[in-house]
């Protein structure tokens, strides 16, 4: 079972807004996701990012992988 950190999109149309989510590789980018760790705003100014520092680095030390998105709004709030 490959498992990944990406977003999830929610929102209205044209109105993006983004959870960042665990979730098994092989579900649709909306499908059911394992754990829900934090919400990506890029509505904002500066675009708001909150991230449960805690449970990312648990998933990550269980082998999850973060798509190439989630790398950088991890930098950006800290983690790493």
């Known amino acids: 079972m490959a498992v990944k950190i990406r977003l999830?999109?929610?929102?209205?149309?044209?109105v993006p807004m983004y959870r960042i989510v665990v979730a098994e590789a092989?579900?649709?980018?909306?499908?059911?996701?394992?754990?829900?760790?934090g919400t990506?705003?890029?509505?904002?100014?500066?675009?708001?990012v909150k991230v449960d520092i805690e449970?990312?680095?648990k998933w990550i030390a269980n082998g999850?992988?973060?798509?190439?998105?989630?790398k950088k709004l991890f930098k950006q709030a800290g983690l790493k």
Do not use: L, W
Not at 8 to 14: F, M, P, Q
């Open 26 to 37: 092989s579900t649709p980018r909306n499908g059911r996701a394992i754990e829900e760790i």
């Open 55 to 57: 449970a990312a680095k």
């Open 8 to 14: 999830k999109r929610i929102g209205e149309k044209k």
């Open 40 to 48: 990506y705003n890029p509505n904002t100014d500066p675009a708001a």
């Open 64 to 70: 999850a992988q973060p798509t190439t998105v989630v």
